[in-house]
């Protein structure tokens, strides 16, 4: 499945949160660039889990994307 995930970086926190594609989050969502951005789409779950730890210091996957 091409581009299934997509990430959060949230700058305020310094957090990045893995969603998928296509779920109930509507990636990816408008924010204000000071917030942060999004990141992808990436094929695989491994690829966007990889440029969470390159963008955030705590990694979440979405609870409501990835059951």
Same mark, same amino acid.
């Given at each position: 499945?091409?581009?299934?995930?997509?990430?959060?970086?949230?700058?305020?926190?310094?957090?990045?949160?893995?969603? *998928?594609?296509?779920?109930?989050?509507?990636?990816?969502? $408008?924010?204000?660039? !000071? =917030?942060?951005?999004?990141?992808?789409?990436? *094929?695989?779950?491994?690829?966007?889990?990889?440029?969470? $730890?390159?963008?955030? !210091? =705590?990694?979440?996957?979405?609870?409501?994307?990835?059951?």
């Amino acid at each position: 499945m091409t581009g299934a995930f997509h990430v959060n970086e949230d700058r305020p926190t310094r957090s990045a949160t893995v969603h *998928r594609a296509g779920g109930p989050c509507q990636v990816p969502q $408008r924010k204000r660039a !000071r =917030d942060g951005q999004w990141h992808g789409p990436f *094929r695989l779950k491994e690829g966007a889990l990889r440029v969470a $730890r390159e963008v955030g !210091r =705590d990694i979440y996957e979405c609870q409501r994307c990835n059951p």
